[in-house]
C-alpha cells in the first residue's frame, strides 16, 4: 500500500470516509469547485457511456454522478476507502456501480473500454487515461493549486506539494501533460475560494483528514498550529485560502490529428 493509500485508510477507519466534521464558512467567489465539477461530469454522460473515476475515495460524490452514465466504476488504492465506498453504494441500490482496488498506473482495463475518465483531486496518469478511452473520450481533472494554503504550509515548513509556488503553476503542468500525451485540453479553470473555520478544534479536525499536511500531529504540530491560527484569526474564526483548478481533454476521435 502506498503512503498515500496508507493516509487516507486512516481517515476511513478513524472517520468513517472522506469527509470533514469540522465547522467552516466557506466563501466561493469563483463558484464551488466540486459543483461544477460535477456538472463538467453529468453533462458528458450518455444512457451508453461508461464511467471510469480514479481516486473514487469513499464514492459519494461518484454516486451522484452515476445516474447519467450506464456503467460506472470507481477505483482506489485504499481497501478501507473502497470498503465504506461499496456501503454507500449498496444504501443506494445502484447496481451499475462498480468498486474495484486497482492502480490507476495500471488499470489492466482493455483499450477504448470507457468514455470518460474522471479525477477529483486524485492521480493523473494521461497516458494510461489516453489508452483506455475511446477515440473522442474525455478526461475530467480536478488538481490543487499551488498557492492552495500557501500561508499554512509556510507556517509549518512543510506540506503537500510544499514550494510549488516558485514554479510552473500547477494547472498548466497538468495540461501540458495531457497534451503530451496526446489529448486536446478544452478546458481550464481556477477556483480560489476561502474556508473560515468555527474554531481552531474545527481547523485541527479539518487537518487529520486532508493530506495538506499528511503527516499532521496536533501533539507535535501545535506551536507552529498556535502561530497560523494567531496571524490567520479573522473575526474569531480561522481563514484558510485554497486555490484548487479543474482542466478538461478530449482524446481525437480515430482519424483526427491532436494539437500535441
Same mark, same amino acid.
Given at each position: 500500500?502506498?503512503?498515500?493509500?496508507?493516509?487516507?485508510?486512516?481517515?476511513?477507519?478513524?472517520?468513517?470516509?472522506?469527509?470533514?466534521?469540522?465547522? %467552516?464558512? @466557506? &466563501?466561493?467567489?469563483?463558484? $464551488?469547485?466540486?459543483?461544477?465539477? !460535477? #456538472?463538467?461530469?453529468?453533462? *458528458?454522460?450518455?444512457?451508453?457511456?461508461?464511467?471510469?473515476?480514479?481516486?473514487?475515495?469513499?464514492?459519494?460524490?461518484l454516486?451522484?454522478?452515476?445516474?447519467?452514465?450506464?456503467a460506472?466504476?470507481?477505483?482506489?488504492?485504499?481497501?478501507?476507502?473502497?470498503?465504506?465506498?461499496?456501503?454507500?453504494?449498496?444504501?443506494?441500490?445502484?447496481?451499475?456501480?462498480?468498486?474495484?482496488?486497482?492502480?490507476?498506473?495500471?488499470?489492466?482495463?482493455p483499450?477504448? %473500454?470507457? @468514455? &470518460?475518465?474522471?479525477?477529483? $483531486?486524485?492521480?493523473?496518469?494521461? !497516458? #494510461?487515461f489516453?489508452?483506455? *478511452?475511446?477515440?473522442?473520450?474525455?478526461?475530467?481533472?480536478?488538481?490543487?493549486?499551488?498557492?492552495?494554503?500557501?500561508?499554512?504550509?509556510?507556517?509549518?515548513?512543510?506540506?503537500?506539494?510544499?514550494?510549488?509556488w516558485?514554479?510552473?503553476?500547477?494547472?498548466?503542468?497538468?495540461?501540458?501533460?495531457?497534451?503530451?500525451?496526446?489529448?486536446v485540453?478544452?478546458?481550464?479553470?481556477?477556483?480560489?475560494?476561502?474556508?473560515?473555520?468555527?474554531?481552531?478544534?474545527?481547523? @485541527?479536525?479539518?487537518?487529520?483528514?486532508?493530506?495538506?499536511l499528511?503527516?499532521y500531529?496536533?501533539?507535535?504540530?501545535?506551536?507552529?498550529?498556535?502561530?497560523?491560527?494567531?496571524?490567520?484569526?479573522?473575526?474569531?474564526?480561522?481563514?484558510?485560502?485554497?486555490?484548487?483548478?479543474?482542466?478538461?481533454?478530449?482524446?481525437?476521435?480515430?482519424g483526427?490529428?491532436?494539437?500535441?
Amino acid at each position: 500500500m502506498t503512503m498515500d493509500a496508507k493516509f487516507y485508510s486512516r481517515v476511513a477507519e478513524r472517520f468513517g470516509g472522506y469527509f470533514s466534521d469540522a465547522r %467552516s464558512t @466557506d &466563501v466561493f467567489p469563483d463558484g $464551488r469547485p466540486d459543483d461544477v465539477f !460535477d #456538472e463538467l461530469v453529468a453533462a *458528458l454522460g450518455t444512457p451508453q457511456a461508461r464511467l471510469l473515476d480514479v481516486g473514487c475515495a469513499d464514492g459519494r460524490r461518484l454516486l451522484r454522478n452515476s445516474p447519467a452514465y450506464a456503467a460506472v466504476t470507481g477505483i482506489d488504492l485504499s481497501p478501507s476507502m473502497l470498503e465504506v465506498a461499496e456501503r454507500y453504494r449498496q444504501e443506494a441500490g445502484l447496481s451499475h456501480v462498480a468498486f474495484e482496488l486497482c492502480d490507476a498506473a495500471h488499470t489492466g482495463l482493455p483499450d477504448g %473500454s470507457a @468514455d &470518460v475518465v474522471t479525477s477529483r $483531486r486524485g492521480p493523473l496518469i494521461a !497516458d #494510461e487515461f489516453e489508452r483506455v *478511452l475511446r477515440p473522442g473520450g474525455a478526461v475530467v481533472y480536478m488538481g490543487i493549486g499551488e498557492q492552495d494554503a500557501r500561508e499554512l504550509k509556510e507556517t509549518f515548513g512543510r506540506g503537500q506539494d510544499f514550494g510549488s509556488w516558485h514554479g510552473l503553476p500547477l494547472a498548466e503542468r497538468v495540461a501540458r501533460e495531457l497534451s503530451d500525451a496526446g489529448f486536446v485540453v478544452t478546458r481550464s479553470q481556477a477556483f480560489r475560494f476561502e474556508e473560515f473555520y468555527h474554531s481552531p478544534g474545527d481547523l @485541527d479536525t479539518f487537518l487529520q483528514q486532508v493530506p495538506i499536511l499528511e503527516d499532521y500531529d496536533p501533539a507535535a504540530d501545535r506551536q507552529a498550529f498556535e502561530r497560523y491560527v494567531a496571524a490567520a484569526t479573522v473575526d474569531q474564526r480561522v481563514r484558510l485560502r485554497r486555490h484548487w483548478f479543474i482542466v478538461q481533454a478530449q482524446k481525437p476521435a480515430s482519424g483526427t490529428p491532436s494539437d500535441s
